[in-house]
């Protein structure tokens, strides 16, 4: 799938603009980008805005739901305060190996704990042990099946007023096309729509990267 719905050239013109990324940040993502599965990292101008979105709301704890090379995670972490925390949930030493490399790097690995298991464990885990309404932020972008038992725990573990950004749900413009019937897009679209009627929150489906719901929990 595409990494931006935008032309090359928009896309690229876009990037120059965004000042807000960091050496690490920008070394992470050109190493990134040379992998087998490279386009599955967000772009600068979406670490950005999520940078931009985690300060504006001065969250102190936020949850990632599929952390990859670990691009995101430093866009959601610097925005942090220093005794803030990120919580980061994957499944993968090799690709999680990378991003811990620049975690520390960027000096941000004592803001950031990796959980290496199913997400849906960790995140019943952090609901068992009373954990619900105190993160301020979280970030799904793991496999699109699992994306509405992700949605609804972290529906749980946000405040009120807190945000969930869904990435990929656009997917390419995959939703808007019915005669795409995939596991995957299905997934998407289902939830698109649940989340369009779902009076839990307020939400925008936003345009940025493959495309962003964002969602505020009422």
Known sequence: MARSLLPEAVADYVTSLVAAETDAQRRL???TLKLPFGMMQIGPDQGAF???????????R????GTFTGYSAISIARALPKEGQLICCDVSEEWTSIARRYWKEAGLEKRIELKLAPAIETLEALIGKGKEGSFDFAFIDADKTGYDAYYEACLKLVRPNGLIAIDNTLWSGAVADPKVQDADTLALRALNLKISNDARVDAALLTVGDGIMLVRKR
């Open 62 to 65: 936020a949850i990632e739901i």
């Open 29 to 31: 993502r050109e190493e």
């Open 50 to 60: 999520m940078t931009l979105l985690v300060a504006a709301i001065g969250a102190k």
